[in-house]
């Protein structure tokens, strides 16, 4: 009888449904979740958008110091994140390997259509994209470009000492910022962005704008391919601004990869400096060990985009 009438009430029986469900969910990720004996914040335990409201508000890592400092080494910050601190755990969480702690859907928010090497969960993808690319982080390699390093690091030093003798007041991290984005065009590209010669902050590839979209839509794994499919249509002034920074970033990768592709193919270098191997020339002509195939001109250019968090 006592269900009968409540099918009578579907608005009550359904209420009561979802606060079963909800208070099922709170009780299990609280005390019964595999994580739940590690300590932190109450509503990271038992959903991602606290993290989402952490990076959206750029107090993520300011936030999980001071956690770390309230809690201790290992600190929960998601319904399934640990962060940890802990030096000693190093050696046991990296010897895993990634058959055993396999790369999450984080990763995919990083990759502007394709995933890169950095953003690649294949492992056996990931294995043989690192074969390509293993001579370009070689001791030998850099050795080769140091030349280019040394260009770069008198120019900083040029600036640094104008700044010095005018007794002038400078942005020492900025300084270091543009000599990082410099030395990256030169190591990945055969080309220089001029960011320290010109001192012009329009150079500069807007990749915190991308950085900070990935963080956001990355920190919501189960919501990533949603969200980057959905998010740019609201018509958003902020974020259309973040939007527009990743699209910059991607078509600065596509030419860069189109004007070294040209170069290699004609065998002319980029511009009045010999020719040489940098990272992108590595990768064009890189072979798939077992089928021999070069890397696809998207290939090359999800690659180039991922170069170049190292400038944020």
């Not at 890169?116 to 001791?139: A, K, W």
């Not at 900083?156 to 003798?165: E, N, P, V």
């Not at 990082?180 to 010109?198: K, M, N, R």
Request: proline content about 5%; overall charge neutral.
């Amino acid at each position: 009888m006592a269900i009968l009438q409540a099918l009578d009430h579907p608005v009550e029986l359904v209420s009561a449904g979802l606060f079963l469900y909800l208070a099922g969910y709170v009780v299990y990720q609280r005390f019964f979740h595999p994580l739940s004996n590690y300590p932190g914040p109450f509503f990271a335990s038992l959903t991602d958008l606290w993290q989402v409201h952490q990076f959206m508000t750029l107090k993520q890592p300011y936030t999980l110091t001071k956690l770390h400092e309230k809690y201790g080494s290992i600190v929960r910050y998601g319904p399934d994140k640990l962060s940890i601190t802990d030096e000693e755990s190093i050696k046991s969480i990296y010897q895993c390997g990634a058959r055993y702690m396999p790369k999450t859907e984080f990763y995919d928010a990083y990759g502007a259509a394709h995933p890169n090497v950095f953003g690649i969960r294949d492992e056996s993808l990931h294995s043989i994209r690192r074969r390509h690319m293993s001579h370009s982080f070689s001791t030998s390699y850099i050795k080769e470009m140091e030349q280019y390093l040394d260009a770069n690091i008198k120019i900083l030093r040029q600036k640094i000492s104008g700044y010095a003798s005018t007794k002038e007041a400078f942005d020492l991290k900025k300084a270091l910022h543009f000599y990082v984005i410099d030395v990256l065009g030169e190591l990945a590209f055969s080309q220089t962005f001029e960011v320290q010669a010109s001192g012009d902050e329009t150079r500069v590839p807007p990749v915190v704008e991308h950085s900070l979209l990935a963080a956001v839509t990355g920190a919501w794994p189960m919501m990533t391919v949603r969200l980057k499919r959905w998010l740019p249509l609201i018509p958003h002034k902020g974020l259309q601004v973040l939007f527009k920074g990743r699209k910059a970033c991607a078509d600065l990768a596509s030419r860069c990869v189109a004007l070294r592709l040209n170069a290699v193919r004609s065998k002319a270098p980029v511009s009045d400096t010999p020719e040489r191997k940098d990272i992108l020339t590595n990768l064009i002509l890189a072979k798939h060990p077992d089928t021999g195939e070069s890397l696809t001109q998207t290939d090359l250019e999800t690659e180039a985009f991922g170069f170049m968090y190292g400038l944020s």
